[in-house]
């Protein structure tokens, strides 16, 4: 639409669309309220410019007319005015029915331009405006008057009227037509005159509003001059105040520099006092020193004296106790030898008895066989004479046969026999069961002689053997008794103590409620409800059973048996001094003590980390210094197999050997030298050496660790000869360990040598660990 259509007297106001080629659109609409943007238009912009500003719609006021609403939105959006389309809408608005109300609302938004929009409007080009108009009415007639008409005028009319005009080509109608057109001609000249003179109008109105803006920029100019006196009169007040203040800090200042005076006056005068105390404390001590000093020398002179006479006293003990033992000693032996004699006598005695009894028996026994052989001989005379006397021819009748005693059951010592009935007769005549337990049979039958009586196989013997069958029961039967009566002997004392310890303990209990009364009294002290109910009394003045309570109670609270401070005897209540003050403590003291109580838990904590830390380097530096890592080559460590193989360097290397074994000390058994086992050999004499000092200290046959093995005052022996070491160690009371190098030529004529290889580094044999703690393993 024509800008031509806002002048008209009888025209309104649609609402107009309007759209760009960067894909914005919006509308402009008059503004309805009556406030400062009165007679405004405001245009409402939607495109991709506003979504990047963070807002849905930008809304800006203009001038009441097209061009200057296209305008703004051409600023806005950074376009020219002719690419901003504008269409009506269907609904419009009424607006100012002519160019005089135009022109009052022109002058009245004019006037109000004193907000942000006055910048958009002393900047509004209204050449451009006019020629945006311009360029949007068409060259031809037709069609530009086409485009001049209003929305009321009739098009329709217009389009049959040229219809007929070319149809008919009537003149009647084409002079009609003519002055038609005369009168259009003469109405779009007026409507000319009126767009130049609201032309004008709006570059006078535009002057007026730059001659403002030029006073408003004056008076902006006048306003930040005021400001900056303003401002300048406020440093000028804050310097003065600031020169108060530092005058006043300074006043303050020399007023403290006068007290910290005075008390520095009065700390040399406090510090006076204090050395004049510490002289006399000084001069006490002394005092106290000296006198203590003659007390301890007196009692240490009484005290030497005791011991000087203590001492004599002592040897004098000892000399005697010396001969006693000696004494002792001898009557020892004396026994000892007696006994033994005894036991010999015994034995000569026992076995005396037995060759008595076994010559009784061998003579009761000869005495019955002569019996039995006269009753014998006897009879062979009578049968002698009876066939004497048959011979003859006298018959007789025969003889009865001899009665013989009663058989006697008699046995002798064979060869047969076997070991046990051998040890069995032994004993049975008498020798010691301990003589027995190494001698063979024939031994024992060489003892027992062959062909002796045997003991065993008597009558005699079964009833031995009998009667002590029934000693053995009677003596069990009284060991029984015996331990019966023992039994209610314990029963009857352990009665007997249980009734004392039950009167004790309530004679006990009894003094202690008399003690209790007795020290009611000092229950004296009132304290908190939430220490206690009870009033208290000091510890320290109470006793428990006739001993103070303090040495035989604790804390109620938390257990503690120190600084028992205070007891209820009747509530059995006892409480320590830090308990105490915890209770009575307010809830600021219980904050600051809590917290000094972390602040002490962190420096402890921070005491025990460093220490920890201290002690994992002395720890690390301790393995460092006995992990033999550190001081052999893995090949020290851990021998290859041909470092094994006595034959590995083909006789042309040195060989490691070891030995451990008593010497000649007097007190254990000696075969001679002890076997030197082979253990390594090495190419070069440097790592036989380090092997010998590994194997030697490391490897050792009593299974220390190297640091206890060289902290024990072991005197060890180390020699070298032509670059190749040995040492040799023997602790007392132990065998002797030595470890050597030689050449492997020479290791066979090594006296006692052999090749096979020593056990003291394998696995599960004699580990050795690295130091007394078992810090590390060696293998």
């Given amino acids: 639409p024509s800008v031509g259509y806002s002048l008209k007297n009888t025209c309104t106001m649609n609402e107009y669309k309007f759209v760009t080629p960067c894909r914005h659109e919006g509308t402009i609409k008059p503004v309805k309220s009556a406030g400062k943007h009165a007679g405004k238009w405001f245009c409402r912009v939607k495109g991709p410019k506003v979504d990047a500003l963070g807002m849905n719609v930008k809304t800006m006021y203009s001038a009441p007319f097209i061009g200057a609403a296209k305008a703004s939105i051409a600023k806005f959006l950074c376009i020219t005015v002719a690419t901003v389309e504008v269409?009506?809408?269907?609904?419009?608005?009424?607006?100012?029915?002519?160019?005089?109300?135009?022109?009052?609302?022109?002058?009245?938004?004019?006037?109000?331009?004193?907000?942000?929009?006055?910048?958009?409007?002393?900047?509004?080009?209204?050449?451009?405006?006019?020629?945006?108009?311009?360029?949007?009415?068409?060259?031809?007639?037709?069609?530009?008057?086409?485009?001049?008409?209003?929305?009321?005028?009739?098009?329709?009319?217009?389009?049959?009227?040229?219809?007929?005009?070319?149809?008919?080509?009537?003149?009647?109608?084409?002079?009609?037509?003519?002055?038609?057109?005369?009168?259009?001609?003469?109405r779009f000249n007026r409507e000319v005159g009126l767009v130049k003179q609201e032309a004008e109008h709006i570059r006078q109105e535009n002057e007026r509003m730059t001659k403002d803006t030029e006073e408003a920029k004056e008076e902006k100019a006048r306003l930040k001059g005021q400001i900056r006196a303003i401002r300048e009169?406020?440093?000028?007040?804050?310097?003065?105040?600031?020169?108060?203040?530092?005058?006043?800090?300074?006043?303050?200042?020399?007023?403290?520099?006068?007290?910290?005076?005075e008390l520095h006056v009065e700390r040399s005068k406090l510090k006076g006092q204090i050395r004049a105390l510490q002289e006399q404390r000084n001069e006490l001590k002394s005092d106290v020193k000296s006198a203590v000093q003659k007390n301890?020398?007196?009692?240490?002179?009484?005290?030497?004296?005791?011991?000087?006479?203590?001492?004599?006293?002592?040897?004098?003990?000892?000399?005697?106790?010396?001969?006693?033992?000696?004494?002792?000693?001898?009557?020892?032996?004396?026994?000892?030898?007696?006994?033994?004699?005894?036991?010999?006598?015994?034995?000569?005695?026992?076995?005396?008895?037995?060759?008595?009894?076994e010559y009784e028996k061998e003579a009761k026994t000869v005495k019955k066989a002569l019996e039995s052989h006269r009753v014998e001989l006897d009879g062979l005379a009578k049968k002698q004479d009876a066939a004497s006397k048959a011979t003859l021819g006298e018959s007789q009748p025969p003889t009865k046969k001899q009665k013989i005693g009663k058989q006697v059951k008699v046995g002798t010592v064979v060869k047969s026999m076997k070991v046990a009935e051998l040890k069995e007769e032994a004993v049975a005549r008498g020798i010691d069961v301990k003589e027995l337990t190494r001698i063979n049979k024939d031994s024992l039958l060489e003892m027992l002689v062959v062909g002796s009586p045997c003991i065993i196989k008597t009558d005699a013997w079964d009833e031995v053997v009998s009667l002590r069958k029934t000693f053995a029961e009677e003596r069990q039967k009284a060991e029984q008794l015996e331990r019966k009566r023992q039994e209610e002997i314990y029963r009857k004392k352990e009665q007997k103590w249980r009734e004392q310890e039950k009167k004790r303990q309530e004679q006990r209990e009894k003094d202690r409620a008399e003690e209790i009364s007795k020290q009611g009294e000092f229950h004296s002290l009132s304290v908190p409800k939430k220490v206690h109910g009870c009033k208290l009394?000091?510890?320290?003045?109470?006793?428990?059973?006739?001993?103070?309570?303090?040495?035989?109670?604790?804390?109620?609270?938390?257990?503690?048996?120190f600084n028992i401070e205070y007891t209820c005897e009747g509530c059995d209540y006892d409480i320590c001094n830090e308990c105490f003050k915890q209770k009575t403590m307010t809830a600021?003291?219980?904050?600051?003590?809590?917290?000094?109580?972390?602040?002490?838990?962190?420096?402890?904590?921070?005491?025990?980390?460093?220490?920890?830390?201290l002690q994992e380097e002395e720890d690390e530096k301790h393995r460092k210094k006995w992990d033999p890592k550190t001081h052999f080559a893995e090949n020290i460590i851990s021998p290859s197999d041909k470092n094994k193989d006595p034959d590995g360097n083909k006789s042309k290397g040195f060989t490691v050997w070891c030995s451990d074994g008593y010497g000649n000390d007097g007190w254990h058994s000696y075969e001679g030298s002890s076997t030197k086992e082979f253990d390594t050999t090495y190419a070069t004499k440097k790592?036989?050496?380090?092997?010998?000092?590994?194997?030697?200290?490391?490897?050792?046959?009593?299974?220390?660790?190297?640091?206890?093995?060289?902290?024990?005052?072991?005197?060890?022996?180390?020699?070298?000869?032509?670059?190749?070491?040995?040492?040799?160690?023997?602790?007392?009371?132990?065998?002797?360990?030595?470890?050597?190098?030689?050449?492997?030529?020479?290791?066979?004529?090594?006296?006692?040598?052999?090749?096979?290889?020593?056990?003291?580094?394998?696995?599960?044999?004699?580990?050795?660990?690295?130091?007394?703690?078992g810090i590390y393993h060696c293998f």
């Fill in 537 to 561: 009394a000091f510890t320290k003045d109470l006793l428990f059973h006739g001993t103070p309570r303090s040495y035989n109670t604790q804390c109620t609270e938390c257990g503690s048996r």
């Fill in 687 to 773: 790592e036989a050496n380090e092997r010998a000092r590994y194997l030697f200290q490391w490897k050792n046959p009593w299974g220390l660790g190297a640091e206890e093995f060289e902290n024990h005052a072991y005197e060890v022996d180390k020699s070298t000869k032509e670059g190749m070491v040995t040492y040799v160690v023997t602790p007392d009371d132990s065998t002797t360990w030595s470890v050597g190098v030689v050449p492997d030529a020479a290791f066979a004529y090594l006296d006692n040598a052999t090749r096979s290889r020593h056990y003291y580094d394998r696995e599960d044999d004699y580990e050795a660990t690295a130091g007394s703690l």
């Fill in 296 to 357: 301890e020398d007196a009692t240490k002179e009484k005290y030497e004296k005791e011991l000087k006479e203590l001492g004599t006293e002592k040897s004098k003990l000892k000399g005697q106790i010396r001969a006693l033992q000696e004494q002792c000693d001898q009557l020892k032996s004396d026994v000892q030898s007696a006994t033994q004699k005894k036991d010999c006598a015994e034995k000569e005695s026992r076995a005396a008895l037995v060759k008595k009894e």
């Fill in 87 to 186: 269409t009506a809408s269907a609904s419009g608005a009424q607006v100012m029915s002519t160019p005089i109300a135009q022109q009052k609302a022109a002058s009245k938004s004019a006037n109000e331009f004193d907000t942000g929009d006055d910048d958009e409007l002393a900047n509004f080009d209204l050449d451009a405006a006019i020629s945006s108009a311009t360029k949007q009415s068409p060259p031809n007639k037709d069609h530009g008057r086409k485009q001049a008409l209003p929305p009321q005028y009739p098009m329709s009319n217009y389009k049959s009227s040229t219809q007929d005009a070319t149809c008919s080509k009537d003149s009647g109608d084409l002079r009609k037509e003519l002055e038609n057109l005369r009168r259009e001609k003469d």
């Fill in 233 to 261: 009169e406020h440093e000028m007040l804050q310097s003065d105040l600031n020169t108060a203040k530092q005058r006043r800090d300074e006043a303050e200042k020399e007023k403290h520099e006068a007290e910290i005076e």
């Fill in 588 to 613: 600021s003291e219980k904050k600051a003590d809590a917290k000094r109580k972390a602040a002490e838990e962190k420096e402890r904590q921070k005491a025990a980390a460093e220490r920890r830390r």
